[in-house]
T-cell receptor, first 113, second 113 residues
Framework: NAGVTQTPKFRILKIGQSMTLQCAQD?????MYWYRQDPGMGLKLIYY???????DKGEVPNGYNVSRSTTEDFPLRLELAAPSQTSVYFC????????????FGSGTRLTVV | TQLLEQSPQFLSIQEGENLTVYCNSS?????LQWYRQEPGEGPVLLVT?????EVKKLKRLTFQFGDARKDSSLHITAAQPGDTGLYLC?????????????FGEGTQLTVNP
């Protein structure tokens, strides 16, 4: 199984540009998440979804948008990129029970210049 | 907001030494998970503990959940270079994923040959 697939792996954006980070999972998980990871800051939740058509904000949603039209896909949209959005972005999915843990993608390293 | 504090933040030891990483909170968690993250990859689940006082072993790694379910520790015996990585603890307030996980900031472990 592929698990959670994220694309692209690396991207450089200019200030003010927009882009979409793609995330797809093949485990039929209802729950999906987007995190950003900054050095020494751990993982911060941006948005999450409990099923197709349902999304909600996490700790740091400003400057981002998400959609969940299918169970498999959960893209993250950055509008008007800013240097503060330079980070590594991880998508994850999970079973409804926390004990099964999260399955993470391999991340997208984004630099905004 | 539930917070998880990990200590130490950085740890550099020689191969064969033992070490303990701590994860503490003032909040009670329904479950506590430990992940390991290697450079360029997403975190990978090591273990989940759900019962106060529970101890789980994974080869040379021993995980313990505090009696009050507010803290956890990870002990590695006879560390090897392959144990190098970022160790993250994560707490779940409820049994279902709708509550989301709270992540600690991580402990960066380096095991030198």
């Amino acid at each position: 199984n592929a698990g959670v697939t994220q694309t692209p792996k690396f991207r450089i954006l200019k200030i003010g540009q927009s882009m979409t980070l793609q995330c797809a999972q093949d485990m039929n998980h209802n729950y999906m998440y987007w995190y950003r990871q900054d050095p020494g800051m751990g993982l911060k939740l941006i948005y999450y979804s409990v099923g197709a058509g349902i999304t909600d904000k996490g700790e740091v949603p400003n400057g981002y948008n998400v959609s969940r039209s299918t169970t498999e896909d959960f893209p993250l949209r950055l509008e008007l990129a800013a240097p503060s959005q330079t980070s590594v972005y991880f998508c994850a999915s999970s079973h409804y029970r926390v004990g099964y843990g999260y399955t993470f993608g391999s991340g997208t390293r984004l630099t905004v210049v | 907001t539930q917070l998880l504090e990990q200590s130490p933040q950085f740890l550099s030891i020689q191969e064969g030494e033992n070490l303990t990483v701590y994860c503490n909170s003032s909040s009670v968690f329904s479950s506590l998970q430990w992940y390991r993250q290697e450079p360029g990859e997403g975190p990978v689940l090591l273990v989940t503990v759900v019962t106060g006082g529970e101890v789980k072993k994974l080869k040379r790694l021993t995980f313990q959940f505090g009696d009050a379910r507010k803290d956890s520790s990870l002990h590695i015996t006879a560390a090897q270079p392959g144990d190098t990585g970022l160790y993250l603890c994560a707490g779940g307030a409820q049994e279902t994923s709708g509550s989301r996980l709270t992540f600690g900031e991580g402990t960066q472990l380096t095991v030198n040959p």
